[in-house]
């Protein structure tokens, strides 16, 4: 696996994967996400459904959580777990846990990791975790680590011990990885741990570089246990530390303003939990991420004045006439609409029943939508907002009917894809700083 950056900006890094994969035929581009699934498949979705998206990333991202119970099976049908689950074509990254469903913290000990699966839980020896690698066949995995959400703060010697386990982990992977003709085409991925502790961090990943892993993984980020300035410090630090020619993955990372954050602090790869979580909350991803201007906006742009002046005479004789300040922020919204934002205003705020203002979708489960006849957002060209309404997704979430979710997921995979390919168009078209300002806009 090589990294090849085309260009470095103030850390934002944009390039490309190449010889990728057990058998060195994959590419990938940078800034990317990966295809979360759950016990193996997109949820919600069928492999015919799924081929309905545009965009889809190569890297599908398998977690031991969901499918280490199927150990058994997998070492029994002998072929690998893509082929297992009809993705024989597709590059496997496996992890520990599964970013949707975070793992109560306390049961990681020296010699073991747990996790939960359908079953409870799953107490994993370094034997079994690399029994499973083998019997799995994946063509990236991280190696077995203490990563464990941490409370706020949690104890120096805690956080010690956890980058020592993680490292020592990491030789006892390395060992049998070395040794193994299954997983000698594979890369196994470093972790680096140290909680909300700098030197720690840096610990982690100064020990983590000098072992001969494919990647590193920025874990134990997750969650809301550090403040936003904390963990992008952190992020910034650990990244300034790392060889620029090997990709750096992060997890429990996935809102659009934190996405940018990240990659502005030269991360690589995100999972792609963020959709589903979205989708399980019957809500639809709304966010406007065109950054640039359509020419056909501008064209409205100039003939915004007349038309509101006309607006104006017309009302003039029983109100009061539009002022400027009104006019100019119906002509952005206007802009704003016609780029796919849907529903979103100038701050892209959508309130929902309760009051509360939530950013980067709208709730369709929200009675205002029991009426309303438009896509899910204007302009998107998903098979959902192609063929149905919010009306009808509201109708089908009120019914609790199973269809409300594939669709909602067939939509927010698709835009949440043209999300990461806006970030590598800005990144080539040097407008990253743009496209971070229309988010933040969004942001509650």
Same mark, same amino acid.
């Given at each position: 696996?090589?990294?090849?950056?085309?260009?470095?900006?103030?850390?934002?890094?944009?390039?490309?994967?190449?010889?990728? %994969?057990?058998?060195?035929?994959?590419?990938?581009?940078?800034?990317?996400?990966?295809?979360?699934?759950?016990?193996?498949?997109?949820?919600?979705?069928?492999?015919?459904?799924?081929?309905?998206?545009?965009?889809?990333?190569?890297?599908?991202?398998?977690?031991?959580?969901?499918?280490?119970?199927?150990?058994?099976?997998? @070492? @029994?049908? =002998?072929?690998?777990?893509?082929?297992?689950?009809?993705?024989?074509?597709?590059?496997?990254?496996?992890?520990?846990?599964?970013?949707?469903?975070?793992?109560?913290?306390?049961?990681?000990?020296?010699?073991?990791?747990?996790?939960?699966?359908?079953?409870?839980? !799953?107490?994993?020896?370094?034997? =079994?975790?690399?029994?499973?690698?083998?019997?799995?066949?994946?063509?990236?995995?991280?190696?077995?680590?203490?990563?464990?959400?941490?409370?706020?703060?949690?104890?120096?010697?805690?956080?010690?011990?956890?980058?020592?386990?993680?490292?020592?982990?990491?030789?006892?992977?390395?060992?049998?990885?070395?040794?193994?003709?299954?997983?000698?085409?594979?890369?196994?991925?470093?972790?680096?741990?140290?909680?909300?502790?700098?030197?720690?961090?840096?610990?982690?990943?100064?020990?983590?570089?000098?072992?001969?892993?494919?990647?590193?993984?920025?874990?134990?980020?997750?969650?809301?246990?550090?403040?936003?300035?904390?963990?992008?410090?952190? !992020?910034?630090?650990?990244?300034?530390?790392?060889?620029?020619? =090997?990709?750096?993955?992060?997890?429990?990372?996935? =809102?659009?303003?934190?996405?940018?954050?990240?990659?502005?602090?030269?991360?690589?790869?995100?999972?792609?939990?963020?959709?589903?979580?979205?989708?399980?909350?019957?809500?639809?991803?709304?966010?406007?991420?065109?950054?640039?201007?359509?020419?056909?906006?501008?064209?409205?742009?100039?003939?915004?004045?007349?038309?509101?002046?006309?607006? %104006?005479?017309?009302?003039?004789?029983?109100?009061?006439?539009?002022?400027?300040?009104?006019?100019?922020?119906?002509?952005?919204?206007?802009?704003?609409?016609?780029?796919?934002?849907?529903?979103?205003?100038? %701050?892209?705020?959508?309130?929902?029943?309760?009051?509360?203002?939530?950013?980067?979708?709208?709730?369709?489960?929200?009675?205002?939508?029991?009426?309303?006849?438009?896509?899910?957002?204007?302009?998107?060209?998903?098979?959902?907002?192609?063929?149905?309404?919010?009306?009808?997704?509201?109708?089908?979430?009120?019914?609790?009917?199973?269809?409300?979710?594939?669709?909602?997921?067939?939509?927010?995979?698709?835009?949440?894809?043209?999300?990461?390919?806006?970030?590598?168009?800005?990144?080539?078209? %040097?407008?990253?700083?743009?496209?971070?300002?229309?988010?933040?806009?969004?942001?509650?």
């Amino acid at each position: 696996m090589k990294l090849i950056l085309s260009s470095v900006v103030n850390g934002c890094r944009h390039g490309k994967l190449i010889e990728v %994969g057990r058998k060195g035929s994959k590419s990938l581009d940078i800034p990317g996400c990966l295809l979360y699934t759950r016990t193996g498949t997109a949820p919600h979705l069928t492999h015919d459904t799924l081929s309905l998206i545009e965009g889809v990333p190569e890297p599908v991202h398998l977690t031991l959580s969901t499918l280490a119970e199927h150990q058994e099976v997998l @070492e @029994e049908y =002998k072929e690998g777990i893509g082929k297992f689950i009809g993705m024989p074509d597709s590059l496997i990254y496996c992890s520990v846990n599964d970013p949707a469903s975070p793992c109560p913290s306390g049961y990681n000990t020296n010699k073991t990791v747990s996790v939960w699966g359908g079953g409870g839980r !799953i107490e994993l020896t370094l034997s =079994k975790f690399m029994a499973i690698q083998q019997a799995f066949k994946p063509d990236w995995y991280h190696c077995m680590a203490d990563g464990e959400p941490l409370p706020p703060r949690s104890s120096r010697k805690r956080i010690n011990k956890s980058v020592d386990r993680t490292l020592g982990f990491l030789d006892e992977c390395l060992k049998v990885h070395q040794n193994s003709e299954v997983l000698k085409n594979a890369e196994i991925i470093g972790v680096i741990e140290g909680g909300d502790i700098l030197e720690e961090r840096l610990r982690s990943a100064r020990e983590t570089m000098k072992r001969p892993v494919g990647g590193f993984l920025l874990d134990g980020l997750q969650g809301e246990s550090m403040t936003d300035d904390l963990k992008l410090d952190l !992020i910034s630090s650990v990244t300034g530390e790392l060889p620029v020619d =090997k990709p750096r993955l992060i997890h429990g990372i996935g =809102k659009p303003d934190e996405v940018l954050e990240c990659v502005s602090r030269g991360v690589d790869l995100f999972e792609g939990f963020f959709p589903y979580q979205v989708t399980e909350q019957g809500k639809a991803l709304s966010f406007n991420f065109k950054y640039k201007v359509d020419p056909e906006a501008e064209e409205e742009k100039s003939l915004a004045v007349p038309l509101h002046q006309i607006q %104006g005479q017309q009302l003039s004789s029983t109100c009061t006439s539009v002022t400027h300040e009104q006019c100019e922020k119906n002509h952005i919204f206007a802009m704003l609409h016609r780029n796919g934002s849907g529903d979103n205003d100038v %701050g892209s705020k959508t309130s929902d029943c309760d009051g509360k203002v939530k950013a980067f979708s709208i709730d369709l489960k929200n009675e205002q939508f029991r009426d309303d006849f438009s896509p899910l957002v204007e302009g998107c060209p998903c098979y959902c907002c192609k063929n149905h309404t919010r009306a009808y997704l509201y109708h089908l979430l009120l019914t609790n009917e199973l269809l409300a979710g594939v669709l909602l997921m067939i939509h927010n995979l698709h835009h949440y894809f043209a999300f990461f390919q806006s970030i590598r168009d800005a990144l080539k078209d %040097g407008c990253l700083k743009d496209l971070k300002e229309l988010i933040a806009k969004q942001k509650v």
